[in-house]
Nanobody, 124 residues
Framework: QVQLVESGGGLVQAGGSLRLSCAAS????????VDWFRQAPGKEREFVAA????????VYTDSVKGRFTISRDNAKNTVYLQMNSLKLEDTAVYYC?????????????????WGKGTLVTVSS
């Protein structure tokens, strides 16, 4: 079992930056791949970024490439999502999710554990 808690969301102007954190407890965090997903009002939850257990492999959805960076610190049991050049369309609840696997899963059905989410609102 692993518990995930997101933090770092808030209100930011377009073009600004935020860093989200996903703190894990309850299991051997370094054995988990971790993803960030997001869900905007009235839309499906969508994949944003993934990082493998070691941090050496990352995957991003096209709309955030070059703007968002996922990283992890296994010593702190934490995964981060640095979000730069934020756009109005990045407004959503952001969720972190974990799965016991070696790769970088992108399908939400592959994820075994979920946090409760943190709201990011980008204003004009």
């Amino acid at each position: 079992q692993v518990q995930l808690v997101e933090s770092g969301g808030g209100l930011v102007q377009a073009g600004g930056s935020l860093r989200l954190s996903c703190a894990a407890s309850g299991s051997t965090f370094s054995s988990f791949a971790v993803d960030w997903f997001r869900q905007a009002p009235g839309k499906e939850r969508e994949f944003v970024a993934a990082i493998n257990w070691s941090g050496r492999n990352t995957v991003y959805t096209d709309s955030v490439k070059g703007r968002f960076t996922i990283s992890r610190d296994n010593a702190k049991n934490t995964v981060y999502l640095q979000m730069n050049s934020l756009k109005l369309e990045d407004t959503a609840v952001y969720y972190c999710a974990a799965a016991v696997q070696l790769g970088t899963p992108v399908d939400r059905r592959s994820m075994q554990y979920w946090g409760k989410g943190t709201l990011v609102t980008v204003s004009s």
